[in-house]
């Protein structure tokens, strides 16, 4: 009996399968606030006690991130943003490219931004390939806090830091933390905003978790 000749499934043929049946968490639901450096260490333990890893206590990170702008030559597309994380404190871990779609605000009922998200871990060369392509260094900072889990939501309580360029050790940007609620899911799974307002509503008065429109607060800031 005569082998069958059976094409190889490519990468692309996976990607395609892989979208089909929607199983790809290509959608990241959000909620953020922030918390006076005063007030941190009340919002980590009500944390502790909401939280599913209260045995080993929460996760910390302490990372760089860079955002990058590729421009159309023709100028006539908005320019493809890519952000660049690498962790300082595991520098054995992989370099993590993501793209961040413009936020979709939806309608005043729904209760969390929703936006595309992409993350793929990358070798240390991804900042020599980003700048072979064309890519430039629009902004870094730095972020160190701690990282709680949730059934599927991720919460993080970050300082965020400008990047020195001296030995002088990194600044804090405000005297507060950033807090954000976030979960990647598949399109379609709106009903995990629900359950991520509930979650948030039991972290007042401490914090106010809501959705951001950073357009409007740049028009604030111009006017």
């Known amino acids: 009996m005569s082998a069958i000749n059976v094409a190889p499934i490519t990468a692309t043929d996976s990607l395609s399968q892989a979208l089909k049946a929607n199983i790809i ?31 080993a206590g929460p996760e910390t990170f302490d990372d760089q991130e860079v955002c990058f702008s590729l421009r159309d030559p023709n100028q006539q597309a908005a320019p493809l943003m890519l952000r660049v994380r690498k962790a300082l404190d595991a520098r054995d871990m992989p370099y993590q490219l993501r793209y961040i779609g413009q936020p979709d605000l939806g309608d005043k009922n729904r209760p969390t931004v929703v936006r595309s998200s992409l993350d793929i871990a990358c070798s240390g060369m991804l900042i020599e390939f980003l700048n072979e392509l064309g890519c430039r260094i629009e902004f870094e900072y730095s972020v160190k806090g701690y990282m709680f889990r949730k059934g599927r939501m991720k919460i993080t309580v970050a300082k965020v830091f400008k990047i020195s360029q001296s030995s002088m050790p990194p600044e804090p940007i405000s005297q507060s933390y950033l807090v954000e609620l976030s979960v990647l899911a598949p399109q379609g799974q709106d009903a995990i905003g629900e359950d991520m307002r509930a979650f948030a509503d039991q972290l007042r008065p401490l914090v106010q978790l809501d959705k951001i429109d950073y357009k409007r607060l740049g028009h604030m800031a111009v006017t």
């Open 25 to 55: 968490p290509n959608q990241e639901y959000l909620l953020q606030g922030s918390v006076l450096d005063s007030a941190v260490e009340v919002l980590l333990h009500r944390l502790r006690g909401l939280c599913d890893n209260v045995d």
